[in-house]
């Protein structure tokens, strides 16, 4: 089975900062692997994702993660962050044919 | 597309009444998803349906949660009796993705805010 692990349930942060949201995982076969962002009264969007190939994946909104297989990491970075940016932000592993398993999400506080 | 539709936006029900959630998935799409989001245990998958038929429902949490597929356009959750600690956000997500790899990208509906007193 595998299992994911968001290891700040909360980060707070100044405008223009950079960030990093931090995911660890657990898996015995080769997984996929998912960053969701849900806005204030929105539901869950697609950040980007982690298929296979190059390791360092780009996604929307600035937002970049780097999959570390020897870590089993999948940790979410932006060099600089908006007040746009505050949010809650899930991490999520999956296996062909089964279903997604989500981390218990990061909130991520962007001051001014 | 209007993206996955879910109804009503908010419920606030008294314990022991039924509720029920509704969810319209995009077009098109072979895969409909219910989650339920809380504080204490994140987002978890209820249970998912394929070409309208419920292939893992593991997730649900007693007999008292069931979930429909009457068609490929509507789906629905039902809570019956409601108690407070199903109090949550119920979402709904739909994928369109081939054969087993339902997982690379899922759309998600605004979700169900349920309060049940």
């Known amino acids: 089975a595998q299992s994911v692990t968001q290891l700040d349930s909360q980060v707070p942060v100044f405008e223009e900062a950079p960030v990093e949201l931090r995911c660890n995982y657990s898996?015995?076969?080769?997984?996929?692997l998912f960053w969701y962002v849900q806005y204030p009264n929105q539901g869950l969007q697609l950040l980007l994702k982690y298929l296979s190939g190059s390791t360092l994946v780009k996604g929307i909104n600035g937002f970049e993660a780097e999959f570390n297989k020897s870590q089993t990491s999948f940790h979410l970075r932006k060099p600089s962050v908006h007040i746009s940016d505050t949010a809650e932000y899930f991490c999520?592993?999956?296996?062909?044919?089964?279903?997604?398993?989500f981390g218990a999400g990061t909130i991520l506080r962007v001051k001014s | 597309d209007a993206g996955v539709i879910q109804s009503p936006r908010h419920e606030v029900t008294e314990m022991g009444q039924e509720v029920t959630l509704r969810c319209k998935p995009i077009s098109g799409h072979d895969y409909l998803f219910w989650y339920r989001q809380t504080m204490m245990r994140g987002l978890e998958l209820l249970i998912y349906f394929n070409n309208n038929v419920p292939i893992d429902d593991s997730g649900m949490p007693e007999d008292r949660f069931s979930a429909k597929m009457p068609n490929a356009s509507f789906s629905t959750l039902k809570i019956q009796p409601s108690e407070p600690r199903d109090s949550a956000v119920y979402f709904c997500?739909?994928?369109?993705?081939?054969?087993?790899?339902?997982?690379?990208?899922?759309?998600f509906g605004s979700g169900t805010q349920l309060s049940v007193l």
């Open positions: 997500a739909s994928s369109d993705a081939p054969g087993t790899d339902s997982n690379e990208k899922l759309f």
């Open positions: 898996s015995s076969v080769s997984v996929y």
């Open positions: 999520a592993v999956g296996v062909v044919g089964n279903k997604l398993v």
